[in-house]
C-alpha cells in the first residue's frame, strides 16, 4: 500500500497538471448528472407545480408517496433500471446497458422524486401566499403557474443544485448500470471505488478532492443565490 | 387564441359589462369556521352611488366580509347578489380588492403593476401609457424599479392601491388601505380614491380612522362580533348616533377605532 502522504502529493499533482485520465472522468462525470438534473427538474417541477397547486382526490397520498421516494437508495435504483434495460427488459432493445445514457437514465430516476418533493413544497408555499390575490386579480391558471415558477426561481435552483449534489455523489446505480467502463462509463465515484479496491490512492484521492471542491462550490453557489435574493426581500 | 375567438370574447365581455353590479344585496349571510359564526346573519343592501365605510372592532369580521363580497370565500348560509349578475366570479372580473395585507410579487414595483395590466387586453403602448400614468399618480415614479417587498409597509400599501386603480374596476373594495401611511400619503390616496368615486367607480372602505371615514364615507356600516349593528348614512351616523356601540365608538371610549 502506498504512503498517504505520497498519495495526496500524487493527487494534487494530478490535479494541477490537469491529468488527460482525470478530466475525461470529471467530464463524464458532470455531464451524465447535469444531463440528468437537467431532464430529472423539467419532469421533477412539472410534478411538483401540479401536485403544489392543484386539489385532486389522492393529492395527500401521492406527497407521502413522492416523499418516500426521496430516499431510493441508488443501488434499488440501479437494480431497477438495470432490469428494464437489460436484454431480457422491456427496453432492452435499445441496448442502452452500459452507456452514459444508461447512467442518465438511473440518475434521473433517482433525482426526480427529490425534485418533485422539494418544488412540491416551494411552490404550495408560494400558492398559499398569492392564491386570494391570483383569484382577486382572475388570473388565469396557465399564467399564475408561470409566475409561481418565476417568483420561486431562487427557492427552485437551490431544489434542482440539492439534485446535482445527490447526483454526483451517487454510485450504486451508476456502477450497476453504467458498468465502470474505462473511457466510457466511468465516472468519479465509480472511479473511487474502484481505484480504492486496486490500491491506487493517488487518483481516487484527487477525484474525491474535486468531488468534494463540486459538493462545496455547489452549496456556496446555492449560499450566494439565497443571500442576494434575499438582499431584495425575493426569498 | 384565434380572431373570431377573440371577438367572442370581446363581445362577451362587453354585455356582461350592461349587467349591472348594483344594487348589492345580501342576505342572511353566515360564514362559519367549526362551531363560530364569524359572519352571523348580515343583511345589507348597497347601492353604487354611495361611498360606503365599514367599521367597527377588531375582529368584528369587517375582512372576512369583504373577501365575501369579493366571492373569495364561499358563505355557508345566505348569498351574495351583486345586481343582476348572476355568478359571483363575474362580478369580481370587475372589481379590485385591496387586501389588509398586501400581497406582492417578488419583483420590483413597475413589474407588479405590468403583472396586473398584462391580464387585461391592453395593447404594449396603451399598458406601457398607463403604468406611466398610475405610477405618477400614486406618486410611485421613484420607486418604480425598485424590488416591490423591500418597500416600506407604507409605500407597498400604495403598491397595492396602484395595482387596483390601473385595471379600472367598477368596485374598489378596500382594506385598510391607509393604516401604515402618513398624513400627506393619506391625503394623496383620499384623493385618489374621490377621483376614482368621480368616475364611476364604487367605493367600499374598511377603516378605524374616524377621520376618514368622515371625509370618504357617505353611508357607514358598523359591524360587531360579525353583525350588522348600524347602517345608516354618515351624518346621521356620527351626529346622532342611537346605537350605544357606535355611539361609544363615536367618543372613542369602548375601543380604539
Ligand atoms: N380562517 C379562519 N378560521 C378561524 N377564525 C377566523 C378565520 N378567519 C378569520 N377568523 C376570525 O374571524 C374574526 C373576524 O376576522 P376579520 O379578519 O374579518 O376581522 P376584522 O374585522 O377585519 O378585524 P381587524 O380590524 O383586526 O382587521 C376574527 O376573530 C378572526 O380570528
Ligand atoms: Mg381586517
Known amino acids: 500500500m502506498q504512503d498517504f502522504g505520497q498519495a495526496f502529493a500524487l493527487a494534487l499533482q494530478l490535479i494541477v497538471s490537469a491529468d488527460p485520465a482525470l478530466s475525461e472522468i470529471i467530464f463524464l462525470s458532470l455531464s451524465v448528472s447535469l444531463s440528468a438534473v437537467a431532464i430529472a427538474s423539467v419532469i421533477g417541477l412539472g410534478i411538483g407545480a401540479t401536485v403544489g397547486i392543484v386539489r385532486f382526490p389522492g393529492r395527500g397520498a401521492l406527497i407521502v408517496f413522492l416523499n418516500a421516494l426521496m430516499g431510493l437508495p441508488p443501488v434499488v435504483v440501479g437494480l431497477l433500471v438495470y432490469m428494464a434495460l437489460s436484454h431480457a427488459g422491456p427496453l432492452g432493445w435499445l441496448h442502452l446497458l452500459y452507456t452514459p445514457t444508461a447512467m442518465i437514465i438511473a440518475q434521473t430516476v433517482l433525482v426526480t422524486p427529490i425534485i418533485a418533493s422539494l418544488s412540491r413544497q416551494v411552490i404550495e408555499d408560494f400558492h398559499s401566499e398569492y392564491r386570494e390575490q391570483f383569484v382577486s386579480l382572475g388570473v388565469p391558471l396557465k399564467t399564475a403557474v408561470a409566475a409561481l415558477v418565476w417568483d420561486a426561481r431562487y427557492s427552485l435552483l437551490t431544489v434542482a443544485l440539492a439534485g446535482l449534489g445527490r447526483a454526483v455523489a451517487e454510485v450504486g446505480a451508476v456502477i450497476i448500470v453504467g458498468g465502470n467502463i474505462k473511457h466510457v462509463t466511468r465516472v468519479m465515484t465509480t472511479a473511487i471505488a474502484l481505484e480504492t479496491s486496486k490500491g491506487d490512492l493517488a487518483l481516487a484521492l484527487a477525484l474525491g478532492l474535486i468531488l468534494i471542491l463540486i459538493a462545496l462550490s455547489v452549496n456556496a453557489t446555492v449560499s450566494l443565490l439565497r443571500l442576494s435574493a434575499s438582499s431584495r426581500a425575493y426569498v | ?257
Not at chain 2, 373569495?72 to 380588492?97: M, S
Request: hydrophobic share 40%; charged share 25%; with cysteine.
Open chain 2, 1 to 257: 387564441m384565434s380572431n373570431a375567438g377573440a371577438t367572442l370574447q370581446r363581445e362577451r365581455v362587453a354585455t356582461s359589462a350592461v349587467q349591472s353590479l348594483f344594487p348589492l344585496k345580501v342576505r342572511r349571510l353566515v360564514y362559519s369556521v367549526g362551531k363560530q359564526r364569524l359572519i352571523d346573519g348580515i343583511d345589507l343592501t348597497i347601492e353604487q352611488d354611495r361611498r360606503t365605510i365599514i367599521m367597527g372592532p377588531n375582529g368584528a369580521g369587517k375582512s372576512l366580509l369583504l373577501r365575501l363580497l369579493h366571492g373569495l370565500l364561499t358563505p355557508t348560509a345566505g348569498e351574495v347578489c351583486w345586481g343582476e349578475t348572476p355568478r359571483i366570479d363575474q362580478a369580481r372580473q370587475r372589481q379590485a380588492l385591496v387586501f389588509q395585507r398586501p400581497v406582492l410579487l417578488r419583483r420590483s414595483v413597475r413589474a407588479n403593476l405590468r403583472f396586473a395590466l398584462k391580464l387585461r387586453q391592453y395593447t404594449r403602448a396603451e399598458r406601457e401609457e398607463r403604468l406611466r400614468h398610475i405610477l405618477e399618480l400614486a406618486s410611485l415614479s421613484s420607486l418604480a424599479d425598485r424590488p416591490a417587498r423591500v418597500l416600506s409597509q407604507g409605500e407597498q400599501q400604495r403598491v397595492a392601491l396602484a395595482r387596483a386603480l390601473v385595471l379600472e374596476p367598477e368596485v374598489l373594495l378596500l382594506d385598510e388601505p391607509t393604516v401604515s401611511l402618513d398624513p400627506v400619503s393619506v391625503a394623496a390616496i383620499e384623493d385618489l380614491l374621490l377621483a376614482a368615486h368621480r368616475r364611476g367607480t364604487k367605493i367600499i372602505l374598511v377603516t378605524h380612522d374616524m377621520g376618514q371615514a368622515r371625509r370618504l364615507g357617505d353611508e357607514v356600516v358598523l359591524l360587531e362580533r360579525g353583525r350588522v349593528v348600524e347602517h345608516s348614512p354618515a351624518l346621521q351616523f356620527f351626529q346622532q348616533s342611537n346605537d350605544p356601540a357606535a355611539g361609544s365608538l363615536c367618543k372613542g371610549r369602548k375601543f380604539v377605532c
